[in-house]
């Protein structure tokens, strides 16, 4: 039992789609829908760490939303539901266990959160300068080995760095 006040989780989380509402807000009828989903985008990040989950163990979209251009969410969500059934397998005591399963998740989902989030204006973005520069550059850069061995290991997905990736079950081997 919390000695804390009881809060509305709920409500909290209504205050981070209120963020992304109310930065999108300001670009109504400008006619730039990109501008409009990275303000989104950009509420939610600012909001979105701010809230604290005491108690309860949150995975998937709702403990690391991002945009949806890497096409990765859904392994992260497989990612975060793995981790958590072997840590908890793994520790008798759940104070321990909850705690190892972040730390096995921080890397990998802090990689990928970051990733999505520089990328949100350079994917699908008609922005000049972005926008031409991903046509011109994406294909040829695309085709250099080292570029390209990087942009599958992206999207395999198990990264948590350029150089590193995430070795699932080190939770459960601590
Ligand atoms: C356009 C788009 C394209 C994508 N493409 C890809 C892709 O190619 N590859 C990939 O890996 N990922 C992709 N993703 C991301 C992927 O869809 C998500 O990361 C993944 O579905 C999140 O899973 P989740 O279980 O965390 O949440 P969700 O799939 O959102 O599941 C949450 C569930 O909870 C339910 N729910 C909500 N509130 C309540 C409530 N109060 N009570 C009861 N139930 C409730 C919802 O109805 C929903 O069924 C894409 C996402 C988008 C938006």
């Given amino acids: 039992m919390s000695s804390t006040p009881d809060r509305n989780l709920a409500l909290?989380?209504?205050r981070v789609t209120e963020a992304?509402?109310?930065g999108a807000a300001r670009w109504i009828?400008?006619?730039d829908k990109e501008a409009a989903d990275q303000a989104a985008v950009d509420g939610m990040h600012a909001v979105l760490p701010t809230v604290h989950m005491d108690g309860?163990?949150?995975i998937g979209d709702a403990a690391h939303a991002m945009s949806p251009q890497l096409g990765l969410g859904a392994n992260l969500c497989l990612a975060d539901a793995w981790s958590l059934a072997?840590?908890?397998r793994s520790h008798v005591d759940?104070?321990?266990a909850l705690p190892a399963y972040v730390a096995d998740r921080r890397a990998h989902i802090r990689w990928y959160t970051w990733l999505s989030r520089i990328m949100t204006p350079v994917f699908q973005s008609d922005l000049?300068?972005?926008g031409w520069a991903r046509d011109a550059l994406f294909g040829p850069i695309g085709r250099l080995p080292q570029v390209r061995r990087q942009l599958v290991e992206i999207e395999l997905g198990g990264q948590t760095s350029p150089w590193t990736?995430?070795?699932p079950g080190t939770a459960c081997r601590r």
């Fill in 56 to 58: 309860i163990v949150v």
């Fill in 94 to 96: 759940l104070h321990a």
């Fill in 12 to 14: 909290e989380l209504v």
């Fill in 20 to 22: 992304a509402a109310l």
């Fill in 86 to 88: 072997t840590t908890l």
């Fill in 29 to 31: 009828g400008r006619g």
């Fill in 128 to 130: 000049v300068p972005i």
């Fill in 165 to 167: 990736t995430w070795s």
